[in-house]
């Protein structure tokens, strides 16, 4: 009455559309984890091509980033929970414009808003600030 069809309905005896669907989501996954890679790599080559710049500053803002993840290992006895904090600081300098860049939680701690003193950065890539011992704004 079917012929061959082992009983496999739309997929086929040989898993027709399944056999092409899977390799193409391990495909995408594979491109979005390239691009990221590339452009990860684009960027930290951009920062190195910069020129290390030291710049009166004043930190206007700090913010937090906290991200969630869930792992299931299949096993319901077996989930577990995790999160992570990423530290961000925006710095404004004496021509108005404003730079975030993220720390880490150490710095991120020991800096306040509204202190003022010289930035240090090469592109996007954050690489320290000293406070000032006197307030004076610019």
């Not at 691009?35 to 009166?56: C, K, Y």
């Not at 929970?81 to 975030?100: A, I, K, L, N, Q």
């Amino acid at each position: 009455m079917f012929g061959n069809d082992p009983g496999f309905g739309v997929f086929g005896s040989e898993f027709g559309a399944l056999g092409t669907i899977v390799p193409l989501i391990f495909a995408a996954v594979l491109g979005i984890i390239a691009f990221s890679a590339i452009r990860g790599f684009a960027q930290w080559n951009r920062n190195n091509g910069q020129p290390l710049l030291s710049v009166e500053a004043r930190l206007v803002s700090k913010r937090t980033h906290v991200s969630h993840h869930h792992h299931d290992d299949g096993d319901s006895n077996h989930t577990s929970f995790h999160s992570s904090t990423s530290y961000y600081v925006t710095f404004e300098v004496e021509s108005g414009d404003r730079m975030e860049f993220r720390v880490d939680g150490r710095e991120f701690g020991m800096l306040a808003e509204g202190d003022m003193g010289k930035l240090s950065f090469q592109g996007t890539r954050y690489h320290g600030f000293s406070r000032s011992q006197g307030t004076a704004a610019y």
